[in-house]
């Protein structure tokens, strides 16, 4: 009789899409159901009417989870898709079982939401970083993807404004969760992810050696040993 394998939720960044996990996901599936999907505007879906932000990304993590009938379950956050999973499990705990994230940017401020909404200018974009920009365009489709940087960007203004998950707030986390980081991320700084992993109740942190931000640089093999051996109850 086949084992009934554990659900695992992948989430992916700001920016990014669920075929950001297409290098990892054969490794795991051996061991886990998995399961992915694309947060509003993001990988050729819909940009809604209505300003993109963390709670709506938080809902529709939580109305997936519920469709899908998967709570309690194990979730991988990267990036925004950490910070998302983190505010979900604030609104519904018992919708999870543990939260893993990497590189997922805890610190915001207006300064430092200014610095990485700047970076998300189209134009600019084309003209300095033409590959990434065709990518872009690609992932998201031409004519969708100029409105999606535009749409994040002021997503990240209202986060430095206003951030969600705070010392107040992360205390009140009761879930499991790992909180990872490279340390040749740009972005996001070991220093705010250890405060962060301080700040929880039940946490556990990982450095990973030689890895910057973006999760195509991240070492696969590294990365999907880390998820079983969290994720491995």
């Given at each position: ?12 960044g700001?920016l990014g ?10 490794a795991?599936?051996v061991?886990y159901?998995?399961?992915?999907f694309?947060?509003?505007g ?5 940009l809604?009417v ?13 109305d997936?989870i519920?469709?899908?009938?998967l709570?309690?379950v194990?979730?991988?956050g990267y ?5 998302v999973?983190?505010?979900a499990?604030l609104?519904a705990?018992?919708?999870f079982?543990r ?5 997922t940017?805890f610190?915001?401020t ?24 065709a990518?872009?365009?690609q ?5 969708e993807?100029g409105?999606l940087?535009?749409a ?28 990872m ?26 450095v990973?050696?030689d890895t910057?931000?973006?999760l ?6 590294v990365?999907?040993w880390?998820i ?6």
């Amino acid at each position: 009789m086949e084992q009934i394998k554990p659900a695992l939720l992948l989430l992916h960044g700001a920016l990014g899409a669920h075929t950001d996990f297409d290098p990892v996901v054969p490794a795991l599936a051996v061991h886990y159901t998995v399961y992915r999907f694309n947060f509003h505007g993001h990988g050729g879906s819909p940009l809604p009417v209505m300003p993109l932000s963390i709670p709506m990304f938080s809902r529709q993590l939580l109305d997936f989870i519920a469709e899908q009938k998967l709570a309690p379950v194990a979730v991988f956050g990267y990036s925004m898709g950490g910070y998302v999973a983190l505010q979900a499990a604030l609104e519904a705990p018992e919708a999870f079982s543990r939260i893993q994230t990497l590189a997922t940017k805890f610190s915001w401020t207006p300064d430092t939401a200014a610095r990485e909404a700047r970076r998300l200018n189209a134009a600019t974009l084309r003209e300095k970083a033409p590959d990434y920009a065709a990518a872009q365009q690609q992932l998201h489709g031409e004519q969708e993807w100029g409105p999606l940087l535009a749409a994040t960007a002021i997503m990240m203004e209202n986060l430095g404004s206003e951030p969600l998950l705070t010392a107040d707030t992360l205390k009140n986390i009761t879930v499991p969760v790992r909180v990872m980081v490279g340390d040749r991320d740009a972005m996001v700084s070991i220093e705010e992810t250890v405060a962060t992993y301080r700040q929880l109740p039940q946490a556990s942190l990982t450095v990973l050696p030689d890895t910057k931000h973006p999760l195509e640089k991240v070492n696969s093999a590294v990365l999907i040993w880390e998820i079983r051996s969290f994720m491995t109850v």
